[in-house]
């Protein structure tokens, strides 16, 4: 069984900063596309930034230039550095995998979610 956890959110303050984390655990072969998705209540859940396997990025407009994703293969782990946020960046903060869990068979997870907060 794969599993997700996700670290790392709380309450900030406008223009400040926090730092995700995502492990997956489990019995895995590998990990292909890693992402970070959010949401709002009532809202549909959106893609906020993703990262392969290799290291090539896509980010939602919205986050450009503030947010920066990179993972830690070794570590089967996904890191969001969130800099500059805004209150419009509050959100419950969604981390998914594209697992390979054998070589025949591949899934995707995800995780239960950290909340972020930003406010005065």
């Known amino acids: 069984q794969v599993q997700l956890v996700e670290s790392g959110g709380g309450l900030v303050q406008p223009g400040g900063s926090l730092r995700l984390s995502c492990v997956a655990s489990?019995?895995?072969?590998?990990?292909?596309?890693m992402g970070w998705y959010r949401q709002d209540p009532g809202k549909q859940r959106e893609l906020v930034a993703s990262?392969?396997?290799?290291?090539?990025?896509f980010y939602a407009d919205s986050v450009k230039g503030r947010f920066t994703i990179s993972r830690d293969n070794a570590k089967n782990t996904v890191y969001l550095q969130m800099n500059m946020l805004k209150p419009e960046d509050t959100a419950v903060y969604y981390c998914?995998?594209?697992?390979?869990?054998?070589?025949?068979?591949?899934?995707?997870?995800w995780g239960k979610g950290t909340l972020v907060t930003v406010s005065s």
């Open positions: 998914n995998a594209a697992v390979v869990v054998t070589p025949q068979y591949d899934s995707n997870y």
């Open positions: 489990g019995r895995l072969f590998s990990i292909n596309t």
């Open positions: 990262i392969t396997r290799g290291g090539s990025t």
